[in-house]
């Protein structure tokens, strides 16, 4: 008998898991897009330290997948593992309103708690994420039709969740009284809690296989000893009271995070191309993998400044009173996914209608950094030559973000795609972690070039001085552009490569 279908012809199961990736990704973009504010207005933190700790809080939040992912396959399954990832970071969330909640008369016990709730939600994230995923493909049998679209449909929630977080957290939260951040990290909490919910009543009765089996669930040869409550809640423990030391360490002590995630890719390179099993071919398409992964940290350290850099232009540089209303900084967060939705079926349909003359996989991808180029070099126009504390219109945002979604998916899905298609089986996770190793870096890097925000003071780059916000737009398109034009140049020859 085929499990449950609704009228579209898709599983049941697709709606829960749906419903479960869309309250945490309302709960995750809409914590990121007040997270520099609480830093800087509330617990009165400079742009620098907050700039570089969004850099070390969200290159963490893409290292711990690795480790979830690790065990979840081998020892707790994807449901337990998606659950008890869920009340990590609902708890996360709740620590940190109670950090809003203190911060005037304890700043000591708001910083601790501050620590503990990113690092709660580090390790949670790291459970979350990539187990649920993995159900999405294990709803359908081998080659059907409709997973594309199931994957089309997920990417839609994790999208409707991006941008409802930023808007409803910015209105109960970025009030312009800091006081009101805790409202904001009581409602991710909370839609981190609908999301548990929605896996705990309604997985084992409808996240079911083609043959009416419960899927997620424990690994047949699991060991006993790795799911009993108190051994998981003992390991769930110590894995974030790691991840709490990770982020201080790396934050308040030493930065350490990006001599790792410079070793890490060299490490794993080494251990594939020194396999003597893998043949010449195999070895050319893992140089693909690197290679395109290389290019796609310049991608993402400039994107990701909407958390930091550009959430303080948004701030403090953007003309927001529309009289009725003044917009909430906040609310430009949640501007990439709204347009994700309204452009990702104009790109699907694009690329089916170029038929034969569909770019290569490498095109497509310089050409999403050259889109990302052009998003910056329109808000640079849109800052040049105006005076500092001047305020320009919201347009300048808006356009910017537009060029960043399509650059986004001219990148993202495809760079994805490609990993999936290249990498040996043998090395098919190592791979996929080369890819979340260069988002990470990506997230390191954004939080360190944030931090060069020209806040009435001269920064310095690599020798190129920046003395206002033109110039720090500047920086972002000459970086992307010359990536955009490099990997262009090395297009014939990773198609070569590929062998496909």
């Given at each position: 008998m085929p499990a449950t279908t609704t009228s579209t012809g898709h599983p049941k199961g697709l709606a829960v898991l749906?419903?479960?990736?869309?309250?945490?990704?309302?709960?995750?973009?809409?914590?990121?897009?007040?997270?520099?504010?609480?830093?800087?207005?509330?617990?009165?933190?400079?742009?620098?330290?907050?700039?570089?700790?969004?850099?070390?809080?969200?290159?963490?939040?893409?290292?711990?997948?690795?480790?979830?992912?690790?065990?979840?396959?081998?020892?707790?399954?994807?449901?337990?593992?998606?659950?008890?990832?869920?009340?990590?970071?609902?708890?996360?969330?709740?620590?940190?309103?109670?950090?809003?909640?203190?911060?005037?008369?304890?700043?000591?016990?708001?910083?601790?708690?501050?620590?503990?709730?990113?690092?709660l939600m580090i390790t949670g994230n790291g459970f979350f994420k990539p187990n649920i995923s993995a159900l999405v493909g294990q709803l359908y049998p081998k080659g059907d039709r409709r997973t594309d679209s199931a994957y089309t449909i997920f990417y839609m929630g994790i999208n409707v969740g991006g941008a409802l977080g930023p808007i409803i957290c910015g209105l109960v939260g970025d009030t312009g009284n800091p006081e009101d951040f805790k409202w904001a990290f009581l409602a991710g909490g909370i839609a981190m809690l609908i999301s548990v919910l929605v896996q705990l009543v309604y997985h084992k009765k409808y996240v079911l296989d083609p043959d009416n089996n419960i899927l997620g669930l424990t690994p047949a040869n699991a060991p006993a000893a790795w799911v009993r409550p108190l051994n998981m809640?003992?390991?769930?423990?110590?894995?974030?009271?790691?991840?709490?030391?990770?982020?201080?360490?790396?934050?308040?002590?030493?930065?350490?995070?990006?001599?790792?995630?410079?070793?890490?890719?060299?490490?794993?390179?080494?251990?594939?191309?020194?396999?003597?099993?893998?043949?010449?071919?195999?070895?050319?398409?893992?140089?693909v993998i690197f290679s395109v992964s290389f290019f796609v940290v310049f991608f993402w350290s400039a994107f990701e400044q909407a958390g930091a850099s550009l959430t303080f232009f948004a701030e403090e540089q953007t003309q927001r009173d529309l009289g009725f209303f003044t917009v909430p900084a906040s609310f430009f967060a949640s501007l990439n996914s709204i347009y994700v939705v309204l452009f990702a079926p104009v790109f699907a349909w694009l690329w089916l209608k170029m038929g034969k003359n569909e770019p290569?996989?490498?095109?497509?991808m310089s050409l999403g950094l050259l889109l990302l180029s052009l998003g910056y070099l329109w808000i640079a126009f849109g800052v040049k030559?105006?005076?500092?504390?001047?305020?320009?219109?919201?347009?300048?945002?808006?356009?910017?973000?537009?060029?960043?979604?399509?650059?986004?998916?001219?990148?993202?899905?495809?760079?994805?795609?490609?990993?999936?298609?290249?990498?040996p089986l043998k090395f098919a996770s190592l791979l996929m972690a080369i890819w979340f190793l260069a988002s990470a870096g990506a997230n390191k890097l954004a939080g360190l070039l944030s931090a060069l925000y020209p806040d009435g003071k001269t920064t310095n780059f690599m020798g190129y001085e920046m003395n206002n916000l033109y110039d720090f737009f500047i920086l972002f398109v000459v970086m992307s552009g010359i990536a955009a034009g490099m990997l262009l140049i090395l297009t014939r020859k990773l198609q070569k490569l590929m062998n496909s």
């Open positions: 749906f419903a479960t990736e869309m309250w945490e990704r309302f709960n995750y973009y809409g914590m990121r897009a007040i997270l520099v504010l609480f830093l800087t207005k509330a617990l009165l933190f400079d742009k620098a330290f907050a700039s570089h700790l969004y850099g070390s809080y969200t290159s963490l939040v893409y290292l711990t997948p690795l480790l979830g992912g690790y065990i979840a396959d081998r020892y707790w399954g994807n449901q337990r593992s998606i659950i008890a990832g869920g009340i990590l970071m609902a708890l996360g969330e709740f620590v940190l309103f109670f950090c809003a909640s203190v911060y005037q008369t304890s700043s000591e016990l708001s910083t601790i708690l501050f620590f503990s709730g990113l690092g809640m003992g390991g769930l423990l110590l894995l974030s009271a790691i991840m709490i030391a990770a982020l201080y360490i790396d934050t308040r002590v030493v930065d350490y995070l990006t001599y790792v995630l410079i070793a890490a890719p060299i490490l794993i390179g080494y251990v594939i191309f020194s396999d003597k099993t893998l043949s010449t071919i195999e070895k050319q398409r893992v140089a290569s996989s490498p095109t497509k030559d105006v005076a500092v504390g001047t305020k320009v219109s919201m347009i300048w945002l808006l356009g910017m973000y537009a060029l960043h979604t399509w650059g986004e998916l001219c990148l993202s899905p495809i760079g994805l795609s490609l990993v999936n298609k290249l990498a």
